[in-house]
């Protein structure tokens, strides 16, 4: 009987120990994927800060043109009420 109970209680414990390493294996795998994703993320966020910027300045450079063409058509236009006047 004794022989018994301690092959009962060596596979439990090589069960427990499996166990743990299993669970222990898949918290490694887990916190590896969520670093991963983080960093890439990160990487990201700064990617579309980047191209943000980029659109940013393109915009602001075709709002001087539509201010320069704003100009340039109210100058005609007064040039051309001139004319119309006289």
Request: net charge positive.
């Given at each position: 009987m004794s022989t018994k109970s301690i092959r009962i209680e060596k596979t439990e414990v090589k069960?427990?120990?499996l166990t743990?390493?299993?669970?222990?294996?898949?918290?490694?795998?887990?916190?590896?994927?969520?670093i991963s994703l983080f960093l890439?993320?990160?990487?990201?966020?700064?990617?579309?800060?980047e191209s943000l910027a980029v659109s940013q300045k393109k915009i602001n450079?075709?709002?001087?043109?539509?201010?320069q063409l704003n100009d340039e058509i109210a100058k005609i236009t007064q040039i051309l009420n001139s004319y119309e006047g006289k």
């Amino acid at each position: 009987m004794s022989t018994k109970s301690i092959r009962i209680e060596k596979t439990e414990v090589k069960t427990i120990d499996l166990t743990f390493w299993s669970i222990l294996f898949m918290i490694l795998i887990a916190v590896v994927v969520w670093i991963s994703l983080f960093l890439n993320f990160g990487k990201n966020v700064e990617s579309y800060r980047e191209s943000l910027a980029v659109s940013q300045k393109k915009i602001n450079g075709t709002e001087q043109k539509i201010v320069q063409l704003n100009d340039e058509i109210a100058k005609i236009t007064q040039i051309l009420n001139s004319y119309e006047g006289k």
